[in-house]
């Protein structure tokens, strides 16, 4: 499958190696969720080691270790789409964190919606009955 049908398409393409693949990276990493603290939509599932989580609470800007990459992404630092934090929290087994933040771009997403924005969060399509996926609007 194609990138563009893999982040636009209707085809249910989950995958389920994904956290071999974090595994294998050669970084200690969490979970890291970052979700819109005025909406409470979820934005952003990601991972992030004691560097991105200094750095988040240094900069006051969402960080993640990036997997594909191997390191630190300061989300928005190249798209302008910064995610601002307003509190940190970690899950009773201190083993995820979840970034309450306020988005100060166009959107949190590298995709983009019909018109041209980034979309709000990456949770951009629902799942049908049948398994394939529908977009949410625009």
């Known amino acids: 499958m194609n ?5 636009e398409g209707e085809t249910l393409a989950l995958d389920f190696t994904k ?3 974090v595994a294998s990276c050669g970084e ?4 890291a969720v970052a979700q819109d603290v005025d909406t409470g939509e979820v ?5 992030a ?8 609470r240094s900069e006051k800007m969402a960080t993640f270790w990036s997997t594909s990459r191997n390191e630190l992404w300061i989300k928005g630092k190249t798209s302008g789409d910064f995610l601002e ?3 940190i929290r970690v899950n009773c087994e201190q083993n995820s964190i979840l970034y309450l933040v306020r988005p100060k771009g166009r959107g949190a997403c ?22 394939s996926l529908k977009k949410l609007l625009p």
């Not at 990138?3 to 982040?7: C, D, P, V």
């Not at 200690?28 to 979970?31: A, F, K, Y």
């Open 28 to 31: 200690d990493l969490i979970p």
């Open 43 to 47: 934005l952003i599932v990601g991972y």
């Open 110 to 131: 590298h995709t983009k919606d019909s018109t041209g924005k980034a979309r709000s969060g990456c949770y951009y399509r629902v799942m049908r009955e049948d398994g």
């Open 85 to 87: 934090i307003q509190e």
């Open 49 to 56: 080691n004691e560097l991105a989580l200094n750095t988040a």
């Open 19 to 21: 956290l071999g693949k």
């Open 3 to 7: 990138h563009h049908e893999l982040e």
